[in-house]
């Protein structure tokens, strides 16, 4: 069975750094675009980007490129979701997901992490 | 940026037909997917390439396309049908993917 487990919520302030994972199991993580997507308190959903670990291709919205960082570490099948500098605005739920195979260019999500909370504070 | 249109909300009574609705322009070209997100839930998705139902999902799910509009209809809606519903797409150059805003459905 497909599994994306997320890591725990996190409280943070303003300028700090942080990187949140999406560990997978129960298929071949080099084998599947997986990415990120945002919810805002209260809001709807935003398609932040995705990666492919096979090559570490990745693809970002131009809303999310430059502000955020997708990786993927193949030896332990985990993507990953970085900021160099939090913002307020930046506080929000993140989901993860895995890319439906078949999707093409749509990168659309069939398998979905938990989400991780993310708090920032000024 | 492109966007994609739902009504806010949609209610119905149990064992009525719930209609979603999403529209954009590229959707003439352009599949549609479907996800729904109960309260404090990851979101489930329920259609992809506007007709396809993925394994798990209840056969009273089901999903159309015509010209600009994408449709998700729930025949005979259950009270656990209660959720938000998004539409997924992307523009016509396939280089940007977006949500519609969401859709809350009401089944009482």
């Known amino acids: 069975e497909v599994h994306l487990v997320q890591s725990g919520p996190e409280v943070k302030k303003s300028g700090e750094s942080l990187r949140i994972s999406c560990k997978t199991s129960g298929y071949t993580f080099n084998d599947y675009w997986v990415g990120w997507v945002r919810q805002m308190p209260g809001e709807g959903l935003e398609w932040m980007g995705v990666?492919?670990?096979?090559?570490?291709?990745?693809r970002y919205s131009p809303s999310f490129q430059g502000q955020v960082t997708i990786s993927a570490d193949k030896s332990t099948t985990t993507a990953y979701l970085q900021w160099g500098s939090l913002k307020a605005s930046d506080a929000a739920m993140y989901y993860c997901g895995r890319v439906l195979l078949g999707s093409g260019t749509y990168y659309s999500f069939d398998v979905w992490g938990q989400g991780t909370m993310v708090t920032v504070s000024s | 940026s492109y966007e994609l249109t739902q009504p806010p909300s949609v209610s119905v009574s149990p064992g009525q037909t719930a209609r979603i609705t999403c529209s954009g322009d590229?959707?003439?070209?352009?599949?549609g997917y479907w996800y729904q997100q109960k309260s404090g839930q990851a979101p489930v998705l329920v259609i992809y390439e506007d007709t396809k139902r993925p394994s798990g999902i209840p056969e009273r799910f089901s999903g159309s396309s015509s010209g600009t509009l994408a449709t998700l209809t729930i025949d005979g809606a259950q009270v656990e049908d209660e959720a938000d519903y998004y539409c997924f797409s992307t523009d016509i150059s396939g280089n940007h993917r977006v949500f519609g805003g969401g859709t809350k459905l009401t089944v009482l």
């Open positions: 990666i492919y670990p096979g090559d570490s291709d990745t």
């Open positions: 590229a959707l003439t070209k352009k599949y």
